[in-house]
């Protein structure tokens, strides 16, 4: 009887022309929407979410919610932006972490080429769940490449052929590493701009404002900044980088501490003038700072990581590779003051920072890492609703991508819908009930009991 009233439904529904197939989307009711412009949060919100866009988002009283669609009562609760992991290095096992932890973009920058493409492709048909991906494909080095899956630029003109078969593989940017010098970055950056290209760096050859100079459009990790401080300094730490990775890490790192103030002032300005964008993935250098401290291996949260990928991690083995010892470590904790007072004049000049990770190299955690993130840049003196911002549109902004970032009619349904209010303590942040990823929510429980 209920078959065959269906089936006449559905005939109706074909003579007359009309779709009937309800439910038409999802209506989510009554948060407090953070929209992540930087405006007050709105209460009592309603987003309505269609085909996997958001078609409305504002006060309820503004709202007329369309029949046939599914309401979500979400009274008591707050809804961001899907969160932006504006450096990542992504493996398949990382895929269901970054969504648990409401990450639905992440800006890969680096990987062995083909694989990096593969996955792209496969995430962005909807093959294999997980978040959005923007990739660099295989960073632009000099020689040796530091990493034997980077393209090795032994001259400026193989730099160039490089970015074109970057281009011609449908990257969305590319990266430099640190081992291009100043006329290699020039050779590059040309190239990159007659496509519209943008270029980011990992440096160590070449100074932030030389890079910015050149057209650098972002910079990893607050590379290049003590070299830029002083031209001694400079010469001496290329010496470094050019001997290899570990050295070159090891010499920036142990620089921040007697870093001039005015001189770092003078880089934070220059920077923000260039509208170069600082992803300064403080959670790296805070891990690695504190690799002496047994609560750092021990952490339990390292749990969710699969215990084959912990092992291949080898933090002991990478610790003697690099040569460190309770020397290097004191220094790395001394720069972590210096590295957020630079983040602090940048923010003053007007520079944007963009939220990064850096996993999942060593003991950083795919998503959760994201959310340390924030609450470093909160610490570094960065307001809740700042490191929010650039953990959502700042990130946007950085990939280029205006329908990321925000939620408001025309963007994308990515966002995450929190039980605490972020806004008072950064931590809250973490307090994921579900994550809406592509217009299909999910409760962050179920994402955790796949893997
Ligand atoms: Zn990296």
């Given amino acids: 009887m209920r ?56 006060p309820r ?18 809804i961001i932006p899907g969160l932006i992991d504006a450096h990542a290095h992504v493996a398949r096992w990382s895929l269901p972490r970054y969504l648990a932890w409401g990450v639905t973009t992440v800006r890969d920058v680096h990987g062995t080429l083909d694989s990096v493409i593969k996955l ?39 730099a160039r052929k490089g970015i074109d078969r970057l281009v011609s593989l449908g990257v969305d940017y590319a990266k430099v590493y640190t081992r291009v010098d100043p ?10 701009k007659t496509f519209r290209l943008k270029v ?13 100079e050149l057209g650098l459009s972002a910079d990893e990790h607050m590379s290049g900044v003590p070299e ?23 010499a920036f790192e142990r620089s921040w501490a007697g870093l001039d103030s005015a001189a770092l002032a003078r880089v934070a300005r220059a920077l923000a003038r260039y509208r170069v964008v600082v992803v300064p993935t403080l959670v790296l250098h805070e ?44 220094a790395f904790r001394r720069a972590r003051p210096k590295q957020d007072q630079f983040l ?11 939220a990064g990770t850096d996993a999942a190299n060593q003991l950083l955690i795919p998503g959760y890492s994201e959310h340390e993130e924030m609450a470093l840049l909160t610490a570094a003196g960065l307001t809740p609703a700042e490191a929010l911002a650039a953990a959502t549109s700042n990130g946007a902004r950085l990939l280029g991508a205006d329908s990321l970032g925000r939620i408001r009619a025309g963007a994308v349904a990515d966002l995450v819908v929190l039980r605490r209010d972020p806004l008072k303590d950064i931590h809250n942040t973490r307090s994921i009930e579900s994550v809406m990823s592509r217009g299909r929510l999910m409760q962050a429980d179920s994402i955790r009991a796949s893997w």
């Fill in 344 to 354: 602090r004049l940048f923010r003053a000049a007007g520079g944007m920072i963009a």
């Fill in 120 to 158: 792209r492709h496969e995430l962005s048909i909807g093959s294999i769940a997980g978040p959005r991906m923007f990739i660099a494909g295989a960073m632009i080095d000099g020689v040796p490449a530091t990493y034997p899956d980077a393209i090795a630029a032994a001259t400026p003109a193989i």
């Fill in 3 to 58: 078959a065959s009233l269906f089936t006449a439904a559905l005939a109706a529904a074909a003579i007359s022309g009309c779709r009937s197939t309800p439910p038409e989307g999802v209506a989510l009711v009554g948060a407090t929407l953070i929209d992540g412009s930087g405006r007050a949060p709105t209460r009592d919100a309603v987003v309505v979410v269609r085909g996997g866009k958001i078609v409305a988002a504002g």
């Fill in 61 to 78: 009283a503004d709202i007329e919610i369309p029949p046939k669609l599914r309401q979500v009562d979400l009274a008591g609760r707050w």
């Fill in 287 to 330: 891990t690695f700072s504190l690799l002496d401290d047994p609560m750092t291996l021990g952490d339990t949260m390292l749990a969710v990581v699969p215990s084959a990928q912990r092992d291949s991690w080898n933090v002991a083995g990478m610790v003697q590779r690099a040569g460190w010892g309770p020397d290097e470590f004191a």
């Fill in 228 to 250: 830029a401080t002083d031209t001694g300094l400079a010469r001496a730490l290329s010496a470094e980088h050019r001997r290899g990775f570990f050295p070159g890490w090891t």
């Fill in 183 to 192: 006329a290699m970055l020039r050779a590059t950056l040309d190239e990159a």
């Fill in 200 to 212: 980011t760096g990992h440096l160590g050859l070449t100074d932030a404002v030389t890079a910015a």
